[in-house]
């Protein structure tokens, strides 16, 4: 059973750029949720999929936006990044009681 | 709203030393309470939730945590701490209608020789 993977690691973009960041869920799990932890915080919930469609979502704008695939898998896009887009991008992945969700080990965004 | 409150930004200790990390939640509606870990450059780990039942739980590296739902809280202990527990300790509450997690903003543990 593999876990939580998310591609890129690390990832340096420019203000006003666009960024995807790509998540694979767990084995089994069907839900799969992304939040942001600014440095220094705790992790703030942006939003979830569950079947492919968006399922909730935290106070974040619009230009933050996702897609789930029929293998679970989901993306992050971020367009018009500004600097306090800056942070680690975590994907954690449930099944359908969402009971548990387990993390990834994140991507580290550094917009300059 | 739920909300995560955890007293402690930093909490240094030396090695074998016990160790308590606070934390109290604010909810109207039953919890899910859970303990994360996150070491150094690293994601989150799990390190012990409570969902129901006993309101002791335990992890199986020696730390425990317990649900008082009189005084909202679901502080970790534990009795003998090692270098390798040196990390940020994230207490969060399942909230929201899709159960989505809501965290405190950490407690740094770090363990002294």
């Known amino acids: 059973e593999t876990g939580v993977t998310q591609s890129p690691t690390h990832l340096i973009k420019t203000r006003g750029q666009q960024v995807t960041l790509r998540c694979s869920s767990q084995?089994?799990?069907?839900?799969v949720s992304w939040y942001q932890q600014a440095l220094g915080q705790g992790p703030q919930f942006i939003f979830q999929?569950?079947?492919?469609?968006?399922?909730g979502r935290g106070n974040f704008p619009p230009r933050f936006s996702g897609l789930q695939f029929p293998n679970y898998s989901s993306e992050l896009n971020v367009n018009a990044l500004e600097l306090d887009d800056s942070a680690l991008y975590l994907c954690?992945?449930?099944?359908?009681?969402?009971?548990?969700?387990?993390f990834g080990p994140g991507t580290r965004l550094l917009v300059l | 709203a739920q909300s995560v409150t955890q007293l402690d930004s930093q909490v240094p200790v030396f090695e074998e030393a016990p160790v308590e990390l606070r934390c109290n939640y604010s909810?109207?509606?039953?919890?899910?309470l859970f303990w994360y870990v996150q070491y150094p450059n690293q994601g989150l780990q799990l390190l012990l939730k409570?969902?129901?039942?006993?309101?002791l739980v335990k992890s199986i590296n020696g730390f425990e945590a317990e649900f008082n739902k009189s005084q909202t809280s679901f502080h970790l202990r534990k009795p003998s701490v090692h270098i390798s527990d040196t990390a940020e300790y994230f207490c969060a509450v399942r909230g929201g209608s899709q159960g989505n997690l809501i965290f405190g903003k950490g407690t740094k543990l770090s363990v002294k020789p």
């Open positions: 954690a992945s449930s099944s359908t009681n969402q009971e548990t969700q387990y």
């Open positions: 999929y569950y079947r492919e469609e968006e399922n």
């Open positions: 409570y969902l129901s039942g006993s309101t």
């Open positions: 084995s089994g799990h069907n839900t």
């Open positions: 909810s109207s509606v039953s919890v899910y």
